[in-house]
């Protein structure tokens, strides 16, 4: 076999774009759903679920966010709006892995869970939530 790594000098670390990652616990309170309904039922449920986890990433550039439950891993392919660095998601029913990559797929972030809270907590009024 060609090594394809060495032969293109691929070793190092700028070719190689970091996921920073932070998993976040289920909530007692969500509601489960069956795994085979889709959208926009789907966002019904998660809409539903009110505990949220707050997110800080830094350095601040554009970024991408996804999540992995299980096998499965999804991507939101629009950058993430963020307040002071940081940003909400619904905790769900089951523990998530979140994840974060840079657009520019070269700057190495920085993600954490910030706080825990009710989805009608004062202090994060304005927080992007997805």
Do not use: C
């Not at 070719?15 to 920073?20: A, D, V």
């Amino acid at each position: 076999m060609r090594n394809i790594k060495l032969e293109q000098n691929l070793a190092n670390d700028e070719h190689w774009p970091n996921m920073s990652t932070v998993k976040v616990t289920a909530s007692a309170t969500a509601s489960s759903f069956d795994p085979d309904i889709k959208a926009p039922e789907l966002e019904e449920v998660i809409q539903s679920w009110h505990e949220i986890a707050v997110l800080r990433v830094t350095p601040k550039v554009d970024f991408y966010f996804g999540f992995a439950i299980g096998e499965q891993m999804q991507f939101l392919n629009s950058p993430i709006e963020t307040e002071n660095d940081t940003f909400g998601v619904h905790i769900g029913n089951s523990d998530v892995t979140y994840f974060v990559f840079a657009t520019d797929m070269k700057t190495r972030l920085k993600l954490e869970l910030s706080d825990r809270v009710s989805i009608d907590d004062p202090k994060y009024k304005t927080l992007p939530l997805y």
